[in-house]
């Protein structure tokens, strides 16, 4: 079974956010994404923002993280998006079957092809 894993990044949009969350499982590149609404404290070109965002838990494989990264820097609107893997050392055994895909056709993250 492959390695599951856990992607963060932030939008400052609840249209983005949607737009993200149901094009990476659409892309296969997610089985599951949660959408959090939360305020973020950060510096930005020397100033000190405090602001509204949307966190996304982007459920995935360790295997598909490259793919996701890549699709998140393509699409951001932000100049330097959140990407961060987290990886997922335990959890249940069914749940990690359906997000790697293994127990519905088609479902889960798609596998990564052979050539």
């Known amino acids: 079974m492959s390695e599951a894993c856990v992607v963060l990044t932030t939008t400052a949009t609840e249209d983005e956010a949607q737009a993200m969350s149901r094009n990476l499982v659409q892309n296969r590149l997610a089985a599951c994404v949660q959408r959090l609404r939360m305020a973020s404290v950060y510096e930005w070109n020397g100033a000190i923002e405090d ?19 890549a699709w998140i820097a393509a699409h951001h609107s932000y100049q330097v998006p ?18 790697a895909g293994g127990n519905r056709p088609g479902g889960g993250v798609a596998p990564l092809s052979a050539g």
């Open 51 to 69: 602001s509204g965002e949307i966190l996304l838990l982007i459920k995935t494989t360790v295997e598909r993280y490259e793919e996701v990264e």
């Open 82 to 99: 959140e990407i961060l893997m987290l990886p997922a050392t335990r959890g249940s055994a069914r749940y990690l079957e359906w997000l």
